[in-house]
């Protein structure tokens, strides 16, 4: 079932979500639902909070991304069987020296910007079936990572631009928090006026 994806303004894009466990409730079909959500919308990367849930669980997929001719071979490879579900995640370590890339959201549509972002990360989680692993992972697929679990943490990569670049960008936010956007996906936008 494909969920509306929560739109810029919306309250549970800024808490800092909660862990979850196994008895989290009909978990076995909100997961496939998110996946769904997320393909429909043509995300690679979609986290609780932006379905309106205030939990510590987000997905990845970045294998649209393995046919970037601007890729090694070895990148695009990684990216092209990446596919994983987080729970609970934690990031232990970000190093490197940070780097510019352009980012979008699905709950900020229509609105890219550079954003900078260090190469390496290594993060704690569970998996769907709550098996633990810590990983490292890096370059782009770090990246996807990083704005997903940015995400869980209540944190939006507009939050990440220079304060010029978010003053530019303030009339059009609200007016994506108002519904004043076309979009190709089933959204929910907090500020749209009820009509009487």
Not at 69 to 92: H, P, R, W, Y
Not at 122 to 133: A, G, K, R, V
Request: a negative charge; aromatic letters at 8%.
């Amino acid at each position: 079932m494909i969920l509306p994806i929560v739109a810029y303004g919306d309250p549970v894009l800024r808490k800092v979500a909660t862990d979850i466990t196994k008895e989290y409730p009909k978990l076995d079909t909100l997961i496939p639902n998110m996946w769904e959500t997320m393909y429909n919308a043509h995300g690679v990367g979609l986290a609780a909070p932006q379905v309106g849930l205030p939990i510590r669980l987000f997905m990845v997929d970045t294998s649209p991304f393995s046919d970037d001719e601007d890729l090694s071979k070895e990148e695009q490879e990684q990216l092209k069987g990446f596919k994983k579900v987080f729970i609970n995640a934690k990031i232990e370590e970000e190093t490197g020296a940070e780097w510019d890339f352009n980012e979008g959201c699905l709950s900020i549509p229509d609105i890219r910007e550079d954003v900078k972002r260090k190469p390496e990360v290594t993060i704690s989680y569970l998996d769907e079936n709550f098996e633990p692993h810590t990983e490292t992972y890096n370059g782009l697929l770090a990246r996807v990572i990083q704005h997903e679990y940015d995400h869980i943490e209540g944190v939006l990569f507009t939050d990440k631009l220079s304060s010029l670049k978010k003053r530019l960008l303030k009339n059009r936010l609200e007016k994506i928090s108002k519904g004043k956007i076309s979009v190709d996906y089933k959204m929910r936008f907090p500020n749209i006026k009820k009509a009487r």
